[in-house]
């Protein structure tokens, strides 16, 4: 199984969006596995989507949604070209979710071990209102313009929502076991909880801990699922956390490196200069460009 692993680094993409032609580039897609979520809706010709040994018949006009860590490959069923949009995202970013409802990402696997419909047909009403919902991911991330991250986030929430309506039409309850998990972490969610604990110190084996597995263990598994060590992950998050304040906000570096988990200002200058190569005075002078 370890040969069909494909490496992502969602520390830097949490999503991509493009479009994909099976007459271009590596085409069948064989079979292979990842930690991300995948959607892929067909916009010309049929795809035939095999997911954990069950085939789907994508024809145009139909989408379907792709779990992480399932086994999954793509054909085609004729030799007619295929062109579809395709949404490769961590669903471990999309955590916001209102007090009363149970994490996304919970309810995610929970649909995943009921096996809920994961395949929209083209008569659906799911594919008709996510079709302009997939397109405009791929044009906000090909423009990048002002807060495009925003409406990209803003787009899969939408889609994500349409799925589990419909699983709820379809009998999917939010069972109490689902909020229970909400409290807990493993390897798969436990970047939602350093992102929301950037702020304070942080210790790899504390982390370790709250998912109840080994350091040794938690060590090899995390950089394995994410392409860095825990360590750096969080140092270089932290280095993003930076960047937005240093764009969006005029507080000093004192409250910047207080408010992003460093033990002092100068730390924080040192740190930002070895991944970004200039001072967070001299980034924040040019405006991010480099």
């Not at 897609?29 to 997911?51: C, K, N, Q």
């Not at 040994?53 to 139909?62: E, R, W």
């Amino acid at each position: 199984m370890h040969a069909l692993f494909e490496v992502s680094d969602t520390l830097n993409m949490p999503f991509e969006c493009f479009y994909s032609r099976s007459d271009t580039g590596t085409f069948p897609i064989r079979p292979h596995w990842h930690y991300f979520s995948e959607m892929i809706y067909v916009l010309e010709g049929t795809a035939l989507i095999y997911d954990n040994h069950i085939s789907y018949k994508v024809p145009a006009g139909s989408f379907i949604f792709l779990h992480p860590k399932t086994i999954h490959s793509i054909y085609g069923v004729d030799d007619k070209p295929i062109k579809s949009a395709v949404i490769k995202f961590d669903i471990n970013k999309l955590s916001a979710t209102p007090s009363y409802s149970p994490k996304l990402t919970n309810i995610i696997k929970s649909g995943a071990d009921n096996q809920m419909q994961i395949y929209f047909p083209p008569d659906s009403e799911e594919a008709k209102n996510c079709k302009k919902l997939f397109l405009n991911c791929i044009e906000e991330l090909e423009k990048k313009s002002y807060g495009y991250d925003l409406l990209i986030q803003a787009n899969l929430y939408n889609i994500m929502m349409i799925i589990i309506r419909k699983w709820q039409e379809n009998g999917f309850s939010f069972e109490n076991d689902i909020y229970k998990k909400d409290t807990s972490y493993d390897i798969d969610n436990i970047t939602e909880y350093i992102d929301q604990h950037i702020n304070e110190h942080l210790e790899v084996a504390d982390i370790a801990e709250l998912c109840g597995i080994s350091y040794s263990c938690f060590a090899k598994k995390f950089k394995r699922m994410y392409g860095f060590s825990c360590k750096e992950y969080i140092e270089r998050f932290k280095i993003f956390k930076v960047e937005d304040y240093l764009l969006f906000t005029d507080f000093d570096l004192n409250y910047i490196s207080q408010e992003t988990g460093y033990a002092d200002c100068s730390h924080m200058i040192k740190q930002f200069k070895k991944y970004r190569g200039i001072t967070p005075k001299q980034f924040r002078t040019k405006g991010g460009s480099q």
